[in-house]
Nanobody, 125 residues
């Protein structure tokens, strides 16, 4: 069974760059036709998809976050990383990594094949 674990700072100052890493076990991030996503849920709001990196290493981002987001991977460590620049308090959220065999953007985490437990990120000075 595939397991995903998010890691990164719990507190980030405004204007800084947030960097989160997802470590994958039980499966390879290079396995054909899988999409490795970052998703977040701000307090009291709906799930928001941020972007993905697919098994070939191609990326695709939410239009609303594209200018501030970068997703990369380290195949030797079976990890993929998201960087979100110029953060503001509105970026405060629980951040999840997830995987799906489809590039469809699901409204619920349960739509994905597997997902991590999530990590709380607070943007505050």
């Amino acid at each position: 069974q595939v397991q995903l674990q998010e890691s990164g700072p719990g507190l980030v100052k405004p204007s800084q760059t947030l960097s989160l890493t997802c470590t994958v076990s039980g499966g390879s991030i290079t396995t054909n036709s899988y999409y490795w996503s970052w998703i977040r849920q701000p307090p009291g709001k709906r799930l928001e998809w941020i972007g993905y990196i697919n098994s070939r290493g191609s990326t695709y981002y939410s239009p609303s976050l594209k200018s501030r987001t970068s997703i990369s991977r380290d195949t030797s460590k079976n990890q993929f990383t998201m960087q979100l620049s110029s953060v503001t308090p509105e970026d405060t959220a629980v951040y999840y990594c997830a995987v799906s065999g489809s590039d469809y953007v699901f409204e619920q985490l349960s739509g994905y094949d597997y997902w991590g437990q999530g990590t709380q990120v607070t943007v505050s000075s």
